[in-house]
């Protein structure tokens, strides 16, 4: 008995010290952290009324999948222009985007979608009242679940790019064109990173701001 007892404390306070497990987000050098790998510090959890549960653990933001849009916004000051997100994102449950990111451009705003239209789907929504899957910053790729993919994304005072691993899919120059998004995520804005009936998680999320171009 006195043995078992001694069991059950040690796995409860292994349990314990795993819960309060502190994680250090990998940043590079020169970038400021958006998620400090424990917490939902300076993030919201969106009230998109379609929402899944969204926690976080093992230094990730856990995003479930619910009947519609699921994500988080930032609450804190964030730049208008002359900026990069970067950030890792895996899809572990659903088949549309697994990181929708509603981003400034100047006064008005944008999203990069991953993987939307049932997949395969990269591209800005909108432009000039299209989406990614129609206009002409569309391209296909293949997203394997539970593969994290390095995204990142720059605005210029001209120019939205957008890369992911290394491979640039989005060049695109905004001069003339209407930026706008979607009403289903409104609430990201003026920051925020959504899914759509997708389960998804995210880390290392950062910032930096950088020279005009």
């Not at 222009?81 to 929708?100: I, S, T």
């Not at 005072?157 to 409104?186: M, Q």
């Amino acid at each position: 008995m006195l043995a078992f007892i001694a069991l059950f404390t040690s796995c409860n306070n292994t349990a314990r010290k795993n819960s309060n497990q502190n994680y250090t987000p990998n940043i590079p050098e020169g970038w400021q952290a958006l998620f400090n790998g424990n917490t939902l510090d300076n993030w919201e959890i969106t009230s998109f009324g379609t929402e899944g549960p969204v926690k976080v653990t093992d230094g990730s933001i856990v995003i479930n999948y619910g009947d519609g849009c699921s994500g988080i916004t930032w609450t804190d000051t964030f730049p208008k222009v002359n900026y990069e997100v970067q950030l890792e994102a895996r899809k572990m449950v659903g088949n549309d985007f697994f990181c929708g990111m509603t981003f400034p451009v100047n006064n008005d705003f944008c999203s990069l979608i991953v993987g939307g239209w049932g997949g395969p789907v990269v591209g800005l929504s909108s432009i000039d009242g299209v989406d990614a899957s129609e206009n002409e910053t569309q391209v296909l790729k293949n997203f394997e679940k539970e593969v994290w993919y390095t995204i990142r994304l720059q605005v210029t005072e001209t120019t939205i790019r957008a890369w992911i691993d290394d491979e640039k899919l989005v060049d695109f120059n905004y001069a003339g064109h209407k930026l706008n998004i979607r009403p289903e995520v409104s609430l990201s804005k003026p920051f925020g990173i959504c899914t759509w009936m997708t389960s998804a998680e995210l880390r290392n999320i950062a910032m930096r701001e950088i020279e005009s171009k």
